[in-house]
């Protein structure tokens, strides 16, 4: 019996772990093709941002109601579900004919993408007792980074050599293998609200929200953006007021009142998100447009971050089971900042192993931060939450990731406008590139304290139980 439950959780930290390892593959191969797409079709830098906002957005959007759906009606059928999805819209982005449909593409797979990290985590914590969680999250981060560093290398050198519409379509038989593999592994289902309502209006809401705050902002400074964000920031809190009232939410918020290590943990989380995702879309056009490297070498140098997360990633796990978590990772975010601050100062000529030392940097330090931070926040909740609490916590990172690109369009649009990056244009890009890591730097910097408030947070709680 003591063998079967080991091969099951064996097998279930297999299945998410893969899963775990396929979107951030994409994401980062994706990243190093942005130059050829953007030639292929003519994009400016402000359009080019939408090939991956798109699928943040609609990974957002439909994050917290895939956990809540996952509760109510299993997460293994939302979890197999979401792979199947993905390969799908993975093909249609192979054979996209125009860029709209191949934005409408990746936003199909960031709804795939939603509904294998949004039920994949809580089926690994599921199954793991509490001693062993801080490993299990290690290994599953870890194989985030293993995805993040293969895809700049992988991808370089598939962009080069065939083309970017085949880093979506060799994703195509690996996911149909998934489908024949993955029901074997997960056994059972994971359903801990089974027979509740699910809230249909306040998922309504809460969507669209979000796409009119997130839209909003990529349109700044129009005054048509500024009124989308007004309007966003109004749908988030008549969304928060339902929520409170209604019986059955789809975010639970009633359950994170007075959870201070909670709320912490994800504010830290989508500040370290805002402050880090853009930099590999900022270092893949500066190295192919300013330093003129081919795709291959561009994701050659783009892999040291990456390649440093996967590595230190399980120990940060480990650690983070015997060291506060609040300590490794606000260490990790004032490491980042620094990596940042470095960014800040790039020319026409960096030496390329300073931009590899800088990323080297970014990547210890994102390590620091990300497990011990997702064990605090999985810690701090009971078992019945571990899917709204899991989908909280994607939320913060995807809502981080696009506000970071959002950062980066507005940075584009005020300093650059809707033209192409050209020689005529390098000098007024690489002043965007600068200010937008300084940004960053700043940002970074200013949530360590939110990092470090949990502890104080913590205290204050109990002395008001008390």
Not at 228 to 241: N, P, Q, S
Not at 355 to 378: D, E, K, R
Not at 440 to 465: D, H, K, M, Q, W
């Amino acid at each position: 019996m003591m063998d079967d439950h080991a091969d099951h959780r064996k097998g279930v930290l297999l299945v998410t772990t893969l899963g775990s390892f396929l979107t951030p593959f994409m994401s980062s191969s994706v990243n190093v093709a942005l130059p050829a797409i953007a030639d292929e079709f003519g994009l400016d830098p402000i359009l080019l941002s939408w090939v991956g906002l798109s699928f943040l957005l609609s990974a957002a959007v439909f994050l917290v109601p895939v956990g809540r759906l996952g509760d109510i009606h299993g997460m293994k059928k939302l979890f197999l579900a979401g792979m199947a999805l993905y390969t799908v819209a993975s093909l249609g982005c192979g054979l996209s004919p125009s860029a709209p449909l191949l934005i409408v593409s990746r936003a199909l797979q960031g709804a795939g993408g939603a509904m294998l990290f949004g039920t994949g985590m809580p089926i690994l914590i599921s199954v793991y007792p509490p001693h062993e969680r801080g490993k299990v999250l290690g290994i599953n981060v870890a194989a985030v980074y293993v995805g993040l560093s293969m895809g700049p290398f992988v991808g370089g050198i598939i962009t080069q050599h065939v083309g970017w519409r085949a880093l979506f379509l060799w994703t195509v038989p690996i996911g149909l293998l998934f489908l024949v593999v993955a029901p074997r592994w997960l056994k059972g289902e994971w359903a801990v609200s089974r027979g509740d309502r699910f809230d249909a209006a306040g998922s309504a809401l809460y969507a669209g929200a979000l796409v009119a705050l997130m839209y909003g902002f990529s349109l700044l400074p129009a005054v048509s953006g500024a009124w989308l964000v007004a309007g966003g920031l109004a749908g988030f809190w008549v969304f928060f007021r339902w929520e409170l009232r209604t019986a059955h939410p789809v975010w639970n918020i009633r359950v994170f009142r007075g959870n201070f290590p909670f709320l912490f943990s994800n504010a830290s989380a989508f500040i370290n998100y805002s402050a880090t995702f853009g930099v590999t879309f900022l270092l893949s056009l500066y190295l192919q447009y300013v330093r003129h490297l081919n795709p291959q070498d561009a994701g050659t140098i783009l892999v040291a971050q990456p390649v440093v997360m996967a590595l230190f990633s399980p120990l940060a796990g480990r650690l983070s089971d015997r060291i506060p978590p609040r300590m490794m990772a606000s260490a990790g975010m004032a490491l980042t900042s620094v990596a940042l601050a470095f960014f800040a100062f790039l020319h026409e000529s960096t030496p390329h192993w300073q931009i590899v030392a800088g990323l080297i940097v970014l990547g210890l330090g994102f390590a620091l931060f990300s497990s011990p931070n997702t064990n605090a926040v999985m810690s701090s909740v009971e078992k019945q939450h571990y899917g709204i609490a899991s989908a909280t916590l994607g939320t913060m990172r995807l809502t981080g990731q696009m506000f970071s690109l959002g950062i980066v369009m507005l940075l584009f649009a005020v300093m650059m406008g809707p033209v192409h990056i050209q020689p005529g244009t390098q000098h007024l890009f690489l002043k965007t590139v600068r200010v937008a890591f300084l940004s960053f730097a700043l940002l970074c910097a200013a949530g360590v304290p939110a990092s470090l408030a949990r502890r104080r947070a913590r205290t204050e709680a109990r002395e008001i139980s008390v």
